[in-house]
Nanobody, 119 residues
C-alpha cells in the first residue's frame, strides 16, 4: 500500500506564499501522475494541479500563474509552490497519485494539510 505524506500547510496572509510537499513511500519513477486537490467544507474536492509521468502539467484556471507543481523523483516527492495566495485558496489540500498495479490504475491519497489564507 502506497503512502503519501503531505507537509507545508499553515496560515498565511493574503499575497503570501506557501510550499506544500508530498512524499511517497515508494519510488515515483513509474507513477502515472501525481497531483494536488483541495476541498472546503460542503464542496467537492477539486483538482488544483497535476503532473504526469511524461512531464505534462495541468492547472485549474483559478491557480494558473500563481501556483507551480514540480517533482523530484530522487526524493519521491511532488511539490506545490503557491504564490500570491488569496482567501479563496483556503482549503484542505490533498496529495493524489495513480500507479498502474496488476493492470489496473490504482489511486492513492494523502491525509491532507490545511491551508488558511487570512484577508
Amino acid at each position: 500500500q502506497v503512502q503519501l505524506v503531505e507537509s507545508g500547510g499553515g496560515l498565511v496572509q493574503t499575497g503570501g506564499s506557501l510550499k506544500l510537499s508530498c512524499t511517497a513511500s515508494e519510488s515515483i519513477f513509474s507513477v502515472n501522475d501525481m497531483g494536488w486537490y483541495r476541498q472546503v467544507p460542503g464542496k467537492q474536492r477539486e483538482l488544483v494541479a497535476r503532473i504526469f509521468g511524461s512531464g505534462t502539467i495541468n492547472y485549474d484556471d483559478s491557480v494558473k500563474g500563481r501556483f507551480t507543481i514540480s517533482r523530484d523523483v530522487a526524493r519521491k516527492s511532488v511539490y506545490l509552490q503557491m504564490n500570491n495566495l488569496k482567501p479563496e485558496d483556503t482549503a484542505i489540500y490533498y496529495c493524489n497519485a495513480h500507479w498502474f498495479r496488476d493492470l489496473q490504475l490504482r489511486e492513492y491519497w494523502g491525509q491532507g494539510t490545511q491551508v488558511t489564507v487570512s484577508s
